[in-house]
Structure formats: structure tokens, C-alpha cells
């Protein structure tokens, strides 16, 4: 691909997936990029019929994993799953950023992703970069980012799919979405319900979501869209099997918009962009069964919010050349305080505080020739209360023969501290510093049989120091940059489409950590297979987790398992099809989170109708 074929728009012979925005925030062939990013497309996402896009990224990403704890739903506070490691670097801790179309969503006081909020029914693609992605996203994009990339009706017409399932423990799952798009304007409006009593009394789950946007091409040049995407959901947390509780309830309301305008020229293209993103959180702790306990006399309740303006500019200044910069600016609240369940008072504010941080940032590449890309980017990012952090990112591309490539990489992540962390309960500590992290990685990937079979390997280790842990200081616990990250792995995926009909995937992960965390399996191990003929298609995939810390410390606690999925769709005709899934069809007895035991074999079947 000639080098000025990559500076305009993608060549039309780069497969879709082969194309991507997170790296460079302007779309991109993946092939110049000395990142490592996995693309995972809507096809795969929505094969499977599951209601969030976690559980297949679990599958499809190496050296990523996401905690579960029952059928359906993740909830938040105590008993909580959703936490999201990559490479072991823990979303739980704030040190990984999911995105919404460039967007940072986080909950602001916290500082960490709302894992019920990443639903299918929005995603026309998922793209997760493995390792830093500091220079462009700043602070959470520590160990890397999962973003995802929102639908669109692409050609004039109207388009509607509703689905509507159910299976095992009175699981519901329903959602419609429409497209339209009429000459400049499109549109998409999605709307979700799911619910579950779960596998254990006590472990209900309800949700509501929506997601809308609309967009209006002005020329062939200018564009510009708004979208919102609102969550409600109620949780209920049943404690851990050997300290079970009562009234463990959650009431969680999120919202994220934003409006964005996009230029799109030969030489150049940017964005200018305004978002929000907002959260109402009402927890009830519960309490434990007994003579000597009761219900709380207090919810505990926070609002957080996160405003945001994000503006680059891409730019080729020659051929082979592109060079974009970008300014973001962000202002995070966070309000937490008790309020008596007798009389509504307010008993106890814990924190009510507002931070800012603001960066600009610049990424240059340059083809050196037909077979080599540099690229070096840095940003320099200034927090209110943390002060000034300067990221440095660089890497190489190499285009070798017979469609192989060899990438190498180094960039450094960064985490600021949270509200929670500098400001409420008695660890707190307002003068905590960014966390620091340094990642080196080497890859390989190659096509071959006209592309129908592609693998790759990938190298990494990442040295972190700075991070935030509570230690006790004179009898008191107190949040200080004390811990040390130092982990390494090896990354490996495999892909082959024997024919028209079948073809299988793999992927494996090694990750060695010299400081255990949760939730970051030592091997990880995904093998699918696919198939399809005339009206019947099938998928199933087997996944192997191997020495899973389910707890940390003086007594460590680890889990191996294997999981059996699968997946039967019959297209009854042009606009209906049925299909019957079942999960852990080995009935494997496990945990993710210690206490909370999964469910053995589920099944669920559906409907989906498109006209």
C-alpha cells in the first residue's frame, strides 16, 4: 500500500478490519501503526446474543479478562463484578479507559469504567489497544484502551432488528434498534431491557438502556453528530456464600452525550467535540442475617459528572507524512454523602470537590520508505491538584515481504489520582501523584492464503512505579505512591477461514506478574469454531483459565477452569431467525470473585427479526 494511499482515504483493498481510529484518532491503516490493536466487528460481537460486549472480548482479546459473578449483570460497590484487567494492569483501579467514540467514560469519583454500561446494541465494532495509550487519551489509559465504535447506516434506507430472548433463571433479554439513513441525514435509536433473578436468592437484575444518535452530512466534507446513551439498572448484591446479606441493593442511573463536527479533506482531518458524561449512584450495603444486625439506617449516594472538550487536527504535510495534534480539556466532579432511610437527611457528606485537567498533545509519523513507518508522539498533561505529567511514546513499523510486519513499541501510562483516593474516607491523601507506567513491546503478524489464514506473536513487559496503595503510617491507613508493577507476557492469536462454510480462531496469553493483582489470569487460552450453510449456522468456542488470583495477600486463592459455549441460529425465513446458545455446558464449578460461585449450564433461546 503506497504511502499516499494510506495519507487520504483508506485504499478501498484494506478489509474493514484492518482500519481503525483509536491508535491515531483518524482512521487508519492498522498496518502503519506500531501499536498492538485487536478489532473485534459487530458480527462477532452480536453472534453469541449476549446483552454486554464483555464477555466476547474476554474471548477474542489476548491478556485481557473481566470478572463475573452470575447470569446476568456486574453491579457496582461491594460484591461487585465487571473489573477489567489488561495485561494485568487492573479498569478496577482506573488504570485502563473504555472509550465511546474517542469519549473517556469513567466514574468520576471513583475513577473507574461502569461495566453494565458497554451493551452490544450500540457497537458496530470494538477496538482494544493493548499496552499505553497515554499520548492520546491521557490519564486511565494506563495499560490500555477498549473503545467503542458506535453504528451507522451506511446506505439510503430504514432498517430494524428486534430480538427477544429467554433461558435459565427467568432471564429476559430484549432489544430493538433502528437505522436510517435518508441522502445527508442518519440516524440510530436502540432500546434494551434485561432482566434475571440469577443463580443464587438474593442476586436479582434489572436494566433498562438506550442509545440514540443522529448525524447530518453537510458535504462531502463536513459532518457533524450528537448521540446519548442512558443506563439505569437495579442490582442486587447476596454477599459472599459464607457471609451471605441482606438488602445488598443498587440503583444506578448513567447517562454520556456528546456533539461532535468532523472535517475530512485529502490532507487533512479533525474533530472538534463536546461531551458529558453523568452518573447517579444509590447503594443500600445491606446487612448480615442475625440477632445483633439489622437493615442500614442510611443509603450511601454520590452523583459524579465528567464534561469534556476534545479537539485535533490531522495533517499531511508530504507524502508519507502525517502529523496530528490535539488539545483536551476536562472538568470532573464528584459528590458522595449518606442519607437517612427514616428521614431522607442528609447524615454525612463524604466528598463534594472538582478537578480539571488539561493537555495538548502531537503524534508525527513518517513513512521512511515503501516498508518502514516511525512514529513518536508526546503530551504534556496538567492535572489541579497533581500537577504537570510529560508521555513520550515511540515505535516502529516494518512492512515485510509475503504480507508479514514486525512492530516495535515503547510509550509510557499514567494514572492521576481519584477523588476517592485524595479526598474521601481515612485513607485519603491530597497530595498523591500520577502513577507511572513504562511498556516495551514486540510483535509479529502475517497473512497468507490470500489472507483466509492470519496469526501473529506478540512480546511485552511493562515497569510501573508510583502506584497508589493503602498502607498504615503511624497506627493509620493512609493512600501513598508506594507499590511497583513489573510484569511481562506473550501474546499469540490465530485465524483461518477454510471456506465459505467454516473457519476457526485461537488466541493465547502468558502473563508473568511479580505482584499478583485479581482478575489477571497467568494463561489464558480461547479456540473457536464457526459454521454456516444455507439457512443454519453454528458457533461454539472453548476457553481455559489457568492460575486466576481470586484473592491476594496472606492467603492467596487461585482458580483453573475450562468453559464450553455454544451457539444454534435457523433463519426460518428472509426476516426471522431462531436460536438456542448455552454456556458452561461442562457445568464447571468455579469463581471469579471469591464467595460468589457461577452458575453451572445455562441455556437461553430467541427470536431475531430484521425488516
Sequence with gaps: MSAKAQNNDIS????TDEVVVTGTRNSTDIRHLPMTITTVNHLKLTESHRSSVLPTLTEQVPSLFVTSRGVMGYGVSGGAAGGISLRGISGGSGQLMVLIDGHPQYMGIFG??????YQSLMSEKVEVLRGPASVLYGSNAMGGVINIVTRKMLEDGVKTDVSVAYG??????????????????NSVLSLSYNRTDGHRKHMEFEQYGGYGKVGYDFTDNWKAHADLNLTHFNATNPGTIQAPILEGDQWITRGAASVAIENNYNKTSGALSFFINWGHHKINDGYTPGPESGPQKAFYLSDDSMMGIS???????FEGNRITGGIDFQHIHGHAWNESRATGEVTNTYADKSLNEVAGYIDFRQDITSWLTLDAGLRVDHHSQAGTELIPQGGLSFRLPQDAQIKAMVSKGFRNPSIREMYMFPPQNDELK???LMNYELSFTQRVLDGALNYGINLFYLKGDNMIQTVRVDGKPRNLNTGE???????????YRINSNWSVNANYSYLHMKNPVLAAPKNKLFAGVNYSKNR???NTGIQYINSLFTAVGDNPQKENFIIWNADVNYKLAKFATIFVKGENLLAQKYEI??????????????????F
Excluded at 112 to 117: C, E, K, N
Excluded at 168 to 174: I, K, R
Excluded at 311 to 316: A, E, L, M, R
Design 12 to 15: 478501498k483493498d484494506v478489509e
Design 112 to 117: 473507574h469504567p461502569i461495566a453494565d454500561v
Design 168 to 185: 435459565s433463571y427467568n432471564t429476559l433479554q430484549t432489544e430493538a434498534t433502528n437505522r436510517v439513513k435518508a441522502g445527508k441525514f
Design 311 to 317: 479537539w485535533f487536527q490531522s495533517v499531511q504535510l
Design 434 to 436: 500520577p502513577e507511572r
Design 485 to 495: 508493577i513489573e510484569n511481562w507476557g506473550i501474546e499469540g492469536n490465530i485465524a
Design 536 to 538: 443454519w449456522s453454528f
Design 593 to 610: 470473585n471469591a464467595g460468589f460461585p457461577m452458575p453451572k449450564a445455562t441455556f437461553m433461546g430467541g427470536i431475531h427479526l430484521t
